[in-house]
Structure formats: structure tokens, C-alpha cells
């Protein structure tokens, strides 16, 4: 009888715990994905994501059918297209890779115990994270709530298993199937994705092909290029690849330490790197312990904070017209490309919670819609970092400075120029402060303020002071 692979959030062939032991049974594989989006208390995924999804199903279906197999995919209830494919071939098991959302957890805890009084043999593995969110705990018995003691305590326990081969066959039972276009995932309105085929390959391959040229090169300079927006290939772009579990995280542990013991690039780039991937472990650590991570603050002294109102602002904020070029390249990167540079996701994030006052959910929502890498553990637990309310967050009263970060790391304009390109012809000293150009300085440019490009919304000094008069208020009502 066969075994029906669940793929979700591990859409790959290669390494995925899953499918290698279905495989391993010599047995027919039914290779499954379930369309289950929003229901029972999921959070449905943004447009950006969608589109991702979209081609990764593609990928994946392409790549089973090279190997005699097939994706066989149904849409609706997990559970119920599971109890129909299970009557359909006469299904014995049931394997598949864990997920660490809460309203994920219930529906995989359901499912298997209903299965399994149905003597259905129901196996789950971690084919999404280095090391599970219960597994690392401090002397004290909890999880980790500071990055930096948890980092130390992931590198020192860490090894990873023995890599898992991509199958050579697949073969199963073929019942009906839905096709990718069936379901609808491509964004239509409006369709703004039309620039992320320029960026991305999503699939497997594109993963491996983006962690092969990053560790070709650009690693050995990833300690200090990272915080450069206008550097080309600065940082890996595997972001969306490990969101949609095309590459797992173990893949790029051995390949990045196996790379430095081999000495073809250097331990402080490979370190580097590593630490950041173990961000996103920090960040499901979270998750698991605090499951409403996106509705409400880690730190609750946050519910006091006196957020304002200001739908024009949000929207100048999310179309990129805030007059900062800084804060408006990252946030029209995002829209033409689905993806935003890590610097200036905190800047535009600290210039949303704290210059415009504007909650954080804002903004967490905003890219849940927009990024093509939008992730359940790490978009809120970022923005809570950002606004001051989560965990091992940035201190309240720091309060990113737009004019002198786009300075410092984006100095000779690039990624400015690029994105805002009204503004390409103003000169290095006032590219990032437009309002401090004279005159003379914006005729040559062709630069005309609050016609060309806004005003800022918000002088700086202003906002600065905005921000630490409400973060105030938090502390006499403690
Ligand atoms: P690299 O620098 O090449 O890093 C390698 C990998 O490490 C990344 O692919 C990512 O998986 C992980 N990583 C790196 N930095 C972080 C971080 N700070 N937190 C968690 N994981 C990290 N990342 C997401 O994957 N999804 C999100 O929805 C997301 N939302 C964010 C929202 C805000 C406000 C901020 C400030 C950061 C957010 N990040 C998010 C983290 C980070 O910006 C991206 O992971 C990174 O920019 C992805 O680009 P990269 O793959 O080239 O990163």
C-alpha cells in the first residue's frame, strides 16, 4: 500500500526527511500538496507569497515527474483531502516535515491521532529548522529570549544529521489531480509581481543555484557588505527559498562549514552567515512559545503605547512617499521586486513605528503581503524587534536615523538613485536630505519638492521627539 507524502512548507526533493523515509520503505509514494489556505485559523498567505507558491508547485511538480513521479494536488480541508486520498489508493501512512505555528500543530496533532485510531501510520520529522524550538533551553529550564546566549548554545550543540539524497525514483498510485493554475495563486489585483521574474527563480534549483554563488563569493565580504543596500549579491537572497522549504537550513550549514573547512572562503563570512540563518531559528523559538507573535506585543507594557491614526501616512509610508529617500527606495524595492534589503527593512520599520507613531501590526501586515520571503516567525518577530516590543529588541529609545543611516550605509547613493530615480541627478551631499539642497542644487537636478518627490511627512527632529514622548508614557505606566 502506499505512502502518501504531505509536502507543506518543504517544497524539495533533495534532503527532505519526509520523503526519504517514504522512499526509504520501497513502497508506491504518493507525493501530495494540500491547498489549505486560511482555513481553521491559519493565516492566509499575502499576494507576494502566493506568487511564490505558485511557481514552487510548478518547480516541484516538474521536478517528481523527472524522477516517473507526480504532484497530486487537491485544494480545501487538509484533513479531509487527506481521509479522500487515503480512500482513493488505499493509502497505509501518512509522512511529512513539521510546521511550528499554533493553528498548524492543533491541525497536524488532529490529523494524526485521528489517523492513527484508524491504524494509519502517521510519521512526522524536522525538515524546516537546524534545531526545534523545545530543544535548546537555558540553565534555567526556559527558551531563549535573547539572541546572542542562544546563538552560542546553537553552535556549540549543533551538528547536522547525515545529508539525505533526492531520491531517483518516484513512483505511486496517479488519482485525479488538480493543476497549479487551478488554484488561482497568481496575484490579479492588482497584479503588481510583473518585476519579480527579473529576481527570482523560485524552485529548488534556483535555490541551490542562489547558495552556490553566494558561497563562491560573495560570502568573504558578507560581514560588511550585508549592510550596503546598493551592493549587488551583498547577501544571499535565500530568504523566500527557505520560506517556501526549497533548501533547509541544515543544506546550507553543511555546505557553508564544509566550504570553510575546505578553505575556499573564510571562517568570519561563514560564521556571519551562519549566525544570521540562526535569526530565523531565534525567531521560531518565539514563535512556538508566544503563537499570537503576530497579533500581539511580546512585551506587554506595549499594549499602553499611544499609537496614532493616520491612514495618508500609512499609505505614503507603503507607496514609498515619505520624502525620505531612504525609507522610500527600500519600500518601492519592495513592491517592484517582492524583497527589501535587511538595513533597510529596519530603517523603514523604525521610521513606520516610531517617526510615523503607526502600529507595528501596520507594517508586519504590510510585508505579510508584499514580501516574497513573508515568514510566520520572522516578520513579527522583526517588526516587534524594530517597534521596542519583543523580545531581545532594539532598546525604545533608538531611534533610526533616515538621513544619516541612508549616509552611512548607502554613501555613494546607489541604492537611492536606483529606486528613487527622480532623485538620481542630486549630488551625493544632500541625496539623502533633498530638503537641504538649495535652490540653484535642485534646478540642476530637475528636482522639484512636493511636485517630483515629497516633502518629508515628518521632519526628523520632530518625529524623533514624537516617538520618545509616547515611549515615555509606557514608562510611568508600569
Ligand atoms: P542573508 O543575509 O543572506 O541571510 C541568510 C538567511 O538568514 C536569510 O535568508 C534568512 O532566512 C535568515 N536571516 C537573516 N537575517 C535575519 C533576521 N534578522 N531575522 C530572521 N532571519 C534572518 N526575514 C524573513 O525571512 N521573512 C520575513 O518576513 C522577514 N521580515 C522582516 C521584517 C523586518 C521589519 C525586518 C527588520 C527583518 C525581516 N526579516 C525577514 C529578516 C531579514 O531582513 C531577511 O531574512 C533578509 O533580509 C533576507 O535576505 P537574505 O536571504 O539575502 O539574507
Redesign the pocket.
Known amino acids: 500500500a502506499p505512502i502518501i507524502v504531505w509536502f507543506r512548507e518543504d517544497l524539495r526533493l533533495s534532503d527532505n526527511p519526509a520523503l526519504h523515509a517514504a522512499v526509504q520503505q520501497d513502497c508506491p509514494v504518493l507525493c501530495v500538496y494540500i491547498h489549505a489556505d486560511g482555513c481553521e485559523g491559519t493565516r492566509p498567505l499575502g499576494g507576494a507569497s502566493l506568487w511564490w507558491l505558485d511557481k514552487s508547485l510548478r518547480a516541484l511538480s516538474e521536478d517528481l515527474e523527472q524522477l516517473g513521479g507526480r504532484l497530486t494536488i487537491r485544494a480545501g480541508d487538509g484533513s479531509a483531502c487527506l481521509d479522500e486520498l487515503i480512500e482513493e489508493t488505499g493509502a497505509k501512512a501518512v509522512y511529512w516535515n513539521r510546521r511550528y505555528g499554533k493553528a498548524e500543530r492543533d491541525i497536524d496533532a488532529a490529523i494524526k491521532s485521528r489517523l492513527k485510531d484508524r491504524d494509519i501510520d502517521v510519521q512526522s520529522f524536522n525538515g524546516r529548522l537546524l534545531v526545534e524550538p523545545w530543544v535548546l533551553k537555558t540553565g534555567s529550564g526556559g527558551f531563549y529570549k535573547v539572541f546572542t546566549p542562544f546563538w552560542k548554545a546553537l553552535r556549540d550543540c549543533y551538528s547536522p544529521p547525515a545529508a539525505l539524497p533526492r531520491p531517483s525514483s518516484v513512483k505511486g498510485p496517479q488519482p485525479d489531480t488538480l493543476k497549479v493554475s487551478d488554484l488561482g495563486l497568481h496575484p490579479t489585483k492588482p497584479d503588481w509581481s510583473t518585476g519579480f521574474d527579473a529576481v527570482w527563480t523560485p524552485g529548488e534549483a534556483g535555490a541551490h543555484a542562489r547558495l552556490k554563488d553566494?558561497l563562491e563569493g560573495p560570502v568573504d565580504t558578507y560581514p560588511d557588505d550585508?549592510d550596503l543596500p546598493g551592493k549587488e549579491d551583498g547577501?544571499?537572497?535565500?530568504?523566500p527559498h527557505?520560506?517556501f522549504g526549497e533548501i533547509g537550513p541544515a543544506q546550507i550549514w553543511r555546505a557553508t562549514i564544509a566550504a570553510m573547512e575546505a578553505e575556499n572562503i573564510q571562517d568570519a563570512g561563514g560564521w556571519k552567515?551562519l549566525s544570521?540563518?540562526a535569526?530565523?531559528e531565534f525567531?521560531y523559538v518565539l514563535l512556538y512559545y508566544r503563537p499570537d507573535l503576530a497579533d500581539e506585543n511580546y512585551n506587554d507594557d506595549f499594549n499602553h503605547m499611544p499609537w496614532r491614526t493616520d491612514k495618508d501616512a500609512l499609505k505614503s509610508w507603503q507607496s514609498g512617499q515619505t520624502g525620505y529617500p531612504i525609507v522610500d527606495a527600500g519600500m518601492r524595492q519592495l513592491w517592484e521586486t517582492g524583497?527589501m534589503?535587511?538595513r533597510v527593512?529596519?530603517i523603514v520599520?523604525s521610521f513606520l513605528t516610531k517617526h510615523l507613531l503607526l502600529h507595528w501590526r501596520h507594517?508586519e501586515d504590510w510585508?505579510w503581503d508584499t514580501?516574497v520571503?513573508?515568514?510566520p516567525a520572522?516578520?513579527p518577530?522583526?517588526?516587534q524587534?524594530?517597534a521596542g516590543s519583543g523580545a531581545d529588541a532594539t532598546p525604545y529609545f533608538r531611534v533610526f536615523n533616515p538621513i544619516t543611516q541612508g549616509q552611512k550605509f548607502d554613501a555613494d547613493g546607489a541604492y537611492v538613485r536606483r529606486w528613487c530615480p527622480e532623485l538620481a541627478k542630486l549630488p551625493d551631499k544632500v541625496l539623502h536630505e533633498p530638503w537641504a539642497a538649495d535652490d540653484a542644487t535642485l534646478n540642476r537636478a530637475g528636482v522639484k519638492l512636493g511636485t517630483d518627490y515629497p516633502h518629508p511627512l515628518v521632519a526628523h527632529k520632530a518625529g524623533r521627539e514624537r516617538a520618545l514622548e509616547a515611549y515615555e508614557t509606557l514608562k510611568s505606566q508600569r
Not at 235 to 239: E, F, K, N, V
Open positions: 553566494f550585508r547577501t544571499s537572497g535565500l530568504s527557505l520560506r552567515f544570521e540563518v535569526w530565523r525567531s524583497w534589503h535587511n527593512r529596519m520599520a507594517g510585508f514580501l520571503d513573508a515568514d520572522s516578520n518577530a522583526s517588526w524587534w524594530t
